[in-house]
């Protein structure tokens, strides 16, 4: 059974941060990169943060300077650390899974971030 499971969303004032965890099972996790994606009513879903198995980053230009990727393979965890919330960082977010070596992905059921003014 193949599983990502995204946890540590919540409500927080413009400025504050929060930590979002995703616990992975049911896959070989380190042939996977390591993905989180966000998605706000009426807009498509938009890709923020990657990590590969090394260690390598990349970040969408909206979060870039303010989220930060990790991973830790021993646990089979994916986080990620947002700081500067503002209002528009609403969203639900989703961690994903995609297989080095191809397109197959796992996707977790999303955790609600809401940011108020």
């Known amino acids: 059974q193949v599983e990502l499971v995204e946890s540590g969303g919540g409500l927080v004032h413009a400025g504050g941060s929060l930590t979002l965890s995703c616990a992975a099972s049911?896959?070989?996790?380190?042939?996977?990169?390591m993905r989180w994606y966000r998605q706000a009513p009426g807009e498509e879903r938009e890709l923020i943060a990657d990590i590969d198995n090394p260690g390598g980053t990349n970040y969408a230009d909206s979060v870039k300077g303010r989220f930060t990727i990790s991973r830790d393979n021993a646990k089979r965890m994916a986080y990620l650390q947002m700081n500067s919330l503002k209002p528009e960082d609403t969203a639900v977010y989703y961690c994903n899974a995609r297989w080095r070596a191809g397109p197959r992905d796992y996707w977790g059921q999303g955790t609600q971030v809401t940011v108020s003014s």
């Open positions: 049911g896959f070989t996790f380190s042939m996977y990169r």
